[in-house]
């Protein structure tokens, strides 16, 4: 069980699922036999940090625990064992730095630093609640370090100028897109691409990228969790 505690108590206000938090969770327990509920326990903590503002209270787990009938200490061991659960407020951007050997390698250590002058401790939250930020480990982007997850997108390859650029943007209301910050494709080489250059050896179908998840809910509507989508009767 990781060292990781709750915030102070008395902002752990009652919680309870909403009906469209209730149906996602609904539609990922359905990918589960009925006697196996609680397979669906992270994406139903997922979701139950998603609509508490971004961070798990007691009354959160609790519920959780009783949705999926599992005990709550058992619970309690999966929200503080994994970084994406945070147990304690966050900012409207929650950054996610990368510390492991690539991303450090690669120059993580000043990013870090940067978020601590430019936002503040690590797990404090920015005055007005925009930022907050910690440290974690491997994202599995290794080969685009250093990188960083803002909310629910990876941001790779920075530097301090990119990253100093990605918050600036973000408190001005812009939207930074996510991915790499150099001139690559994905994870190739760095660079432009030096082989199968020409158009005529594909077929257009991957000219654009992947807007949706095949299969995936519908996006969250504001201020809730997405709803479920239909299935054939």
């Given at each position: 069980?990781?060292?990781?505690?709750?915030?102070?108590?008395?902002?752990?206000?009652?919680?309870?699922?909403?009906?469209?938090?209730?149906?996602?969770?609904?539609?990922?327990?359905?990918?589960?036999?009925?006697?196996?509920?609680?397979?669906?326990?992270?994406?139903?903590?997922?979701?139950?940090?998603?609509?508490?503002?971004?961070?798990?209270?007691?009354?959160?787990?609790?519920?959780?625990?009783?949705?999926?009938?599992?005990?709550?200490?058992?619970?309690?061991?999966?929200?503080?064992?994994?970084?994406?659960?945070?147990?304690?407020?966050?900012?409207?951007?929650?950054?996610?730095?990368?510390?492991?050997?690539?991303?450090?390698?690669?120059?993580?250590?000043?990013?870090?630093?940067?978020?601590?002058?430019?936002?503040?401790?690590?797990?404090?939250?920015?005055?007005?609640?925009?930022?907050?930020?910690?440290?974690?480990?491997?994202l599995g982007a290794c080969v685009n370090?250093?990188?960083?997850?803002?909310?629910?997108?990876?941001?790779?390859?920075?530097?301090?100028?990119?990253?100093?650029?990605?918050?600036?943007?973000?408190?001005?209301?812009?939207?930074?897109?996510?991915?790499?910050?150099?001139?690559?494709?994905?994870?190739?080489?760095?660079?432009?691409?030096?082989?199968?250059?020409?158009?005529?050896?594909?077929?257009?179908?991957?000219?654009?990228p992947l807007k949706t998840i095949p299969?995936?809910?519908?996006?969250?509507?504001?201020?809730?969790?997405?709803?479920?989508?239909?299935?054939?009767?």
């Amino acid at each position: 069980m990781s060292h990781r505690r709750f915030h102070d108590p008395e902002h752990h206000q009652p919680f309870a699922f909403t009906q469209a938090t209730e149906d996602q969770i609904a539609w990922w327990e359905r990918k589960y036999p009925s006697d196996r509920r609680a397979s669906a326990v992270i994406p139903a903590l997922w979701l139950a940090q998603k609509q508490n503002g971004g961070w798990l209270s007691e009354p959160a787990l609790r519920a959780v625990a009783d949705r999926v009938g599992m005990t709550y200490i058992r619970v309690y061991e999966i929200a503080t064992f994994y970084t994406m659960f945070n147990l304690e407020p966050v900012g409207k951007y929650h950054l996610q730095v990368c510390g492991t050997t690539p991303c450090m390698l690669r120059g993580a250590e000043k990013l870090k630093s940067f978020c601590e002058r430019k936002i503040g401790p690590k797990g404090h939250v920015s005055s007005g609640g925009t930022f907050s930020w910690v440290e974690v480990e491997c994202l599995g982007a290794c080969v685009n370090a250093p990188m960083i997850q803002i909310n629910d997108y990876f941001y790779e390859d920075l530097s301090i100028e990119t990253l100093e650029q990605i918050i600036e943007d973000l408190a001005a209301g812009k939207d930074p897109k996510p991915g790499t910050y150099v001139e690559r494709q994905t994870s190739a080489p760095q660079g432009r691409p030096t082989s199968l250059t020409d158009e005529a050896l594909f077929d257009g179908s991957k000219a654009e990228p992947l807007k949706t998840i095949p299969n995936a809910p519908k996006p969250a509507p504001e201020g809730g969790a997405a709803p479920a989508p239909a299935t054939k009767a």
